[in-house]
Antibody
Framework: QLQLQESGPGLVKPSETLSLTCTVS??????????WGWIRQSPGTGLEWIGN???????YYNPSLKSRVTISVDTSKNQFSLKLSSVTAADTAVYYC?????????????WGQGTLVTVSS | QSALTQPASVSGSPGQSITISCTGT?????????VSWYQQHPGKAPKLMIS???NRPSGVSNRFSGSKSGNTASLTISGLQAEDEADYYC??????????FGGGTKLTVL
């Protein structure tokens, strides 16, 4: 049974960089069948796709966040990570890591439980 | 990219059927069959209910069905049950090689 688990600080100061890691268990992140990605949900609002990564390192980002986002993968640890720079209160959200089917990032068939990140001084 | 358009809320009585619409553009829903639907209960992660417009993953009740016409996809839930009360989100692959979600629909079972 595939499991994804987010980890990282729950509180980040404005203008700093948000960093999260997703650990994948019960399956290989090096599978040719899937992308791995991040989705966020601000309090009381809908879902926002942040971006995806393939195990080879190819990345795809939401244009509205592209200038601040970096997603990377560590196949040796079966992990992938999210960095979001220059955060503001608007980046406060529950961040989910997830698995999506190739070739069109759809569907997202497995989700982590989510982790709340609050941006505040 | 603009979010797909969903009604903010729908409601129905137990046993009834409801349909949630998801309207996109010529860059997403209308040109690709990569439309998915997700169910989210409060405080929980979303759960895949429908993929590729109308495919139901293993383990999802056959009371859930999906369809598409033009730039609008739809999720129909038949035989409403109390446990169906949740938020529902659609998503689509886009011609910009991205994913866009709908704003979400809150389903209330009366």
């Amino acid at each position: 049974q595939l499991q994804l688990q987010e980890s990282g600080p729950g509180l980040v100061k404005p203008s700093e960089t948000l960093s999260l890691t997703c650990t994948v268990s019960g399956g290989s992140i090096s599978s040719s069948t899937y992308y791995w990605g991040w989705i966020r949900q601000s309090p009381g609002t809908g879902l926002e796709w942040i971006g995806n990564i393939y195990y080879s390192g190819s990345t795809y980002y939401n244009p509205s966040l592209k200038s601040r986002v970096t997603i990377s993968v560590d196949t040796s640890k079966n992990q992938f990570s999210l960095k979001l720079s220059s955060v503001t209160a608007a980046d406060t959200a529950v961040y989910y890591c997830a698995r999506a089917l190739r070739p069109r990032f759809s569907p997202i068939d497995s989700w982590g439980q989510g982790t709340l990140v609050t941006v505040s001084s | 990219q603009s979010a797909l358009t969903q009604p903010a809320s729908v409601s129905g009585s137990p046993g009834q059927s409801i349909t949630i619409s998801c309207t996109g553009t010529s860059s997403d829903v209308s040109v690709y069959n990569y439309v998915s639907w997700y169910q989210q209960h409060p405080g929980k992660a979303p759960k895949l209910m429908i993929s590729d417009v109308s495919n139901r993953p293993s383990g999802v009740s056959n009371r859930f069905s999906g369809s598409k016409s033009g730039n609008t996809a739809s999720l129909t839930i038949s035989g409403l049950q109390a446990e169906d009360e949740a938020d529902y989100y659609c998503s689509s692959y886009t011609s910009s090689n991205t994913v866009v979600f709908g704003g979400g629909t809150k389903l209330t079972v009366l």
